[in-house]
């Protein structure tokens, strides 16, 4: 079993709809939670972070951790055609220097 | 302010060469850490340097590859007699202490032929 798992998609969405992407992972000593987004031949950009369990809201975008079952999500609401790109959660144990653990991402299409 | 900065984007190199890949990071940031990205693979932790102490260096693949931090800043990431297998975008990410949010750079495209 793989410590992070995304679901690769494609995600396709119509403008305007709410996206729902998801990871699970193994890990229960991770505590901190980020989801990153990444665009074609670009690096990963920072979204949010998230410190244990629960939610944290920015603009359209809404991060909820349930660590009592490992399962992390990221809402987007009324989804943008510029909101089209991979999606990348990422977590650690919080210790000083650990390397974020990745999922592989979940690509996401938003047509207008 | 200004972003981690990666230098070249693209690096197009034979086979049994070998490449130097350039990070600068955010001024101020204490952590570096350098990732592969393969397709298909996900990214995968490389090196990891903090202050003046000893690099992390367990992500590493082989010893073909090695990685130097000058004057706490600026990080060159050296590959040896690449490999087609080398072929991936390096990234490189700083954070303020090595606690939190990690920033990344755009990524080295290497491409080895």
């Known amino acids: 079993q793989k410590e992070v798992e995304q679901d690769p998609g494609p995600l396709s969405v119509p403008e305007g709809a709410i996206v729902s992407l998801n990871c699970t992972y193994s890990?229960?000593?991770?505590?901190?939670f980020m989801w990153y987004r990444q665009y074609s031949r670009k690096g990963p950009e920072l979204l949010m972070y998230?410190?244990?369990?629960g939610n944290k809201e920015d603009g359209r975008f809404t991060a909820q951790v349930d660590k009592s079952s490992k399962y992390i999500s990221l809402f987007i609401r009324d989804s943008q055609p510029s909101d089209s790109a991979t999606y990348l959660c990422a977590m650690s144990d919080g210790q000083a220097g650990t390397a974020l653990i990745f999922g592989k991402g979940t690509t996401l299409s938003v047509s207008s | 302010g200004a972003g981690v900065s990666q230098s070249p984007s693209n690096k197009v190199t034979e086979k049994g060469k070998d490449v130097e890949l350039r990070c600068d990071p955010i001024?101020?940031?204490?952590?570096l850490y350098w990732y592969r990205q393969s397709l298909g693979q996900g990214l995968e932790f490389l090196i990891y340097?903090?202050?003046?102490?000893?690099?992390?260096k367990s992500g590493l693949p082989s010893d073909r590859f090695s990685a130097e931090r000058t004057g706490g800043s600026v990080s060159t990431l050296t590959i040896q007699r690449t490999q087609q297998e080398d072929s991936a975008v390096y990234l490189c990410?700083?954070?303020?202490?090595?606690?939190?949010?990690?920033?990344f750079g755009p990524g080295t495209r290497l491409t080895v032929t």
């Open positions: 001024s101020g940031h204490t952590a």
């Open positions: 340097f903090q202050g003046n102490s000893a690099p992390d």
């Open positions: 890990n229960s000593a991770f505590q901190y």
């Open positions: 990410a700083s954070s303020l202490d090595g606690l939190g949010e990690q920033y």
């Open positions: 998230t410190y244990s369990s």
